[in-house]
Nanobody, 123 residues
Framework: QLQLVESGGGWVQPGGSLRLSCTAS????????IGWFRQAPGKEREGVAC???????IEYSDSVKGRFRISRDDATTAYLHMNNLKPEDTGVYYC?????????????????WGKGTLVTVSS
């Protein structure tokens, strides 16, 4: 059974960087779209980045464009590189897998979810 585990969250000062990892067990990531989502305290979950398995297209939300980067190093691990972090980036970050496609959507439907990792940006 597929399990996704996020790691790399923590506390960082504004302007700092973190790299989140998403490791899959029981299945390769190569045949799935990958999405990163976040949920800030008191707010709904939102998509921040996605990677399309077939077309390799990448999309970012406007709030993170130019600061975050999604990547996939191998068949079992995906990453979210976060730079120039802001207090409004604080939240629980989730990775998710969805059906493969040529184009992805940051709010697209996903089939598998991790339990999340907390990112706190404050001084």
């Amino acid at each position: 059974q597929l399990q996704l585990v996020e790691s790399g969250g923590g506390w960082v000062q504004p302007g700092g960087s973190l790299r989140l990892s998403c490791t899959a067990s029981g299945r390769t990531l190569a045949n799935n779209n990958i999405g990163w989502f976040r949920q800030a305290p008191g707010k709904e979950r939102e998509g921040v980045a996605c990677f399309a398995a077939w077309g390799r297209s990448i999309e970012y939300s406007d709030s993170v464009k130019g600061r975050f980067r999604i990547s996939r190093d191998d068949a079992t691990t995906a990453y979210l590189h976060m730079n120039n972090l802001k207090p409004e980036d604080t939240g629980v970050y989730y990775c998710a897998l969805g059906r493969p496609s040529y184009v992805c959507y940051i709010e697209g439907d996903m089939d598998y979810w991790g339990k999340g990792t907390l990112v706190t940006v404050s001084s």
